[in-house]
């Protein structure tokens, strides 16, 4: 099986806590709360503006912020119900955000129908105008918006869509659930994508830890040899958008490029499911599949509305296991850690981990020992603890010289320190000071 530089794979103590917090579940379990806490900063791009007042009355699904920008996302009421506060409110950054608030009457009143609308048949300016009215935007986390993705150049042929359902970080099972579970709509949305972008071939990446999603995959698009599903290495970072490039197409994107400089579009699983919601039955992005694991009691896979609190699904699945010590949206290596229970799942949020003060090891920095574990890990062939050096020495030129804006974040550095320094993080902030040198550079030329 081919693999990508670096990456790493699981050690004995992670291996066993994954087994302790997999989660076998078959039925699909929704949670609707009594109000949904819905932030306008959901996206990448131009920020969105409020087009509801506190005490309208929304459908679910209705528009309820957008912006008047082409690189941006409208924001939908994921529930029914009516506008209670308009505030500022915690968000992933543990910071705070414009937030609307919504009291769900639990009518579910929307308008949502099988749309009469023949993609098939239909231009491209049609089906991007489905997407960008449903508000789509990345479900694996980069959160650029989709309608802007396929806006593809005329002069980019695009050769090869890669479906990335590798869902490679630990504990996360939102994306192998709904392959399970919603099969041939994943597929519908590929099609649609793939009518968008002049009919490439599609690769659908899957990790070889998920043979019920392959399984369903396979079945889903068994009639199409047009599609490929690839079964790949449970290695991470295996679902990074340059790893997976590499690992399915041996084709490298280059430094400051992006994908379809080589001939390539990826898209997550979930987005392209999210795809067929808006073009096929005219649904908005409102809600998403959630892993919520570790020390809780019954660790599951939800079905939610965007705007849900981190607090109120731990509490669906049964409370705190132990003592709480740090709660993370999202994944465990590429995840954040938030300082409350109070902040919403938003449309790139796929996971909401809680672990005890058992689970949490809490380890003290020590000096580095040069001992190239870091190196050999990074996949995108960077020497971490040589740009961790100069960054904590203040010299930012140094860290530009030595690439620290190719950086994924993957934090697979950190991971392997035997001296657990803070590498990630702090190549994440000289990634920050490279681009004030460069901007700094920009200004003054």
């Not at 579910?108 to 508000?135: C, H, M, R, V």
């Not at 109070?342 to 090891?361: A, H, L, M, Q, Y």
């Not at 991971?415 to 803070?422: D, E, G, H, L, N």
Request: hydrophobic content about 40%.
């Amino acid at each position: 099986m081919r693999t990508f530089t670096g990456g790493i794979s699981l050690s004995p103590p992670l291996k066993m806590l994954k087994e302790k917090l997999m989660i076998e579940q078959d039925d699909l379990l929704c949670f609707s709360p009594t109000m949904v806490f819905i932030p306008l900063a959901q996206h990448i791009g131009a920020p969105v503006e409020p087009l509801v007042s506190v005490g309208d009355y929304v459908k679910q699904g209705q528009v309820i912020a957008e912006a008047d920008a082409f690189v941006s996302a409208k924001v939908h009421a994921s529930v029914s119900g009516t506008i209670v506060d308009i505030v500022d409110w915690p968000n992933q950054n543990n910071g705070e955000g414009t937030t609307i608030i919504i009291e769900n009457d639990f009518k579910f009143s929307n308008d949502f129908l099988p749309s009469a609308f023949d993609w098939s048949e239909a231009t491209n300016k049609e089906i991007l105008a489905k997407i960008q009215a449903g508000g789509i935007a990345g479900k694996g986390g980069a959160t650029f918006p989709t309608h802007v993705k396929f806006s593809v150049d005329d002069t980019k042929k695009i050769h090869t869509l890669i479906l990335n359902g590798s869902e490679c970080e630990p504990f996360l099972r939102s994306d192998a659930f709904l392959m399970q579970k919603e099969a041939q709509q994943i597929i519908t949305g590929a099609k649609i994508a793939q009518k968008l972008l002049a009919d490439p071939k599609i690769l659908i990446g899957i990790e070889d830890d998920k043979p019920q999603a392959i399984k369903a995959m396979t079945a889903a698009s068994a009639d199409d040899d047009t599609i490929e599903v690839v079964t790949v290495p449970t290695v991470y970072p295996t679902g990074g958008e340059k790893q997976l490039v590499e690992l399915l197409t041996d084709q490298e994107v280059p430094l400051g490029g992006l994908t379809a400089d080589i001939g390539i579009v990826l898209i997550n699983v979930a987005t392209s499911f999210a795809l067929a919601d808006a073009v096929c039955f005219n649904k908005p992005l409102i809600e998403r599949y959630t892993t919520v694991t570790g020390d809780v009691k019954n660790p599951c896979i939800v079905k939610n509305p965007l705007g849900t609190l981190a607090g109120e699904l731990i509490d669906f699945a049964g409370g705190f296991q132990g003592a709480p010590s740090k709660l993370i949206l999202g994944g465990p290596m590429m995840g954040k850690a938030v300082n409350t229970l109070k902040v919403p799942v938003t449309k790139g949020s796929n996971g909401v981990i809680v672990f005890n003060e058992e689970t949490d090891w809490l380890y003290k920095e020590n000096p580095c020992i040069r001992c190239n574990k870091c190196v050999e890990a990074c996949p995108m062939r960077l020497m971490p603890m040589e740009i961790d050096q100069y960054y904590r020495a203040g010299d930012y030129q140094k860290c530009e010289d030595l690439l620290a804006e190719a950086c994924i974040n993957c934090g697979a550095c950190t991971f392997v320190c035997p001296a657990k320094r803070s590498l990630a993080a702090n190549i994440t902030a000289a990634k920050s000071k490279v681009a004030q040198l460069q901007e700094e550079a920009k200004e003054s030329a």
